[in-house]
């Protein structure tokens, strides 16, 4: 690294079945630096689950249909965002 105790911004990406960083990419991250931020649960959310019917009754409606994520929270690179770091 350049300098000492840099600071460092992580940004999440799911997709695939890829899941980035991973723990061991955040602890190797966390044990250089004590400035990490995460513009995102790192965590990979969970498939929502609906019944039969209402599947059916999409599939029906929709040709392609992928899941949006976000946060109503404010994630500011200068505060910590209070995420698992």
Sequence with gaps: ??????????TPFVRGGVSLPTR???SRIRERTQYAFCTGDPT????LVRSRTV???IKEVV???????FSLDKSDCGEESGLPV
């Design 55 to 57: 599947e059916k009754q």
């Design 44 to 47: 990979p959310p969970k498939p």
């Design 63 to 69: 040709k392609y249909m992928r899941p949006v994520y």
């Design 1 to 10: 690294m350049l300098t000492n105790n840099p600071h460092a911004l992580l």
């Design 24 to 26: 061991k990419d955040v």
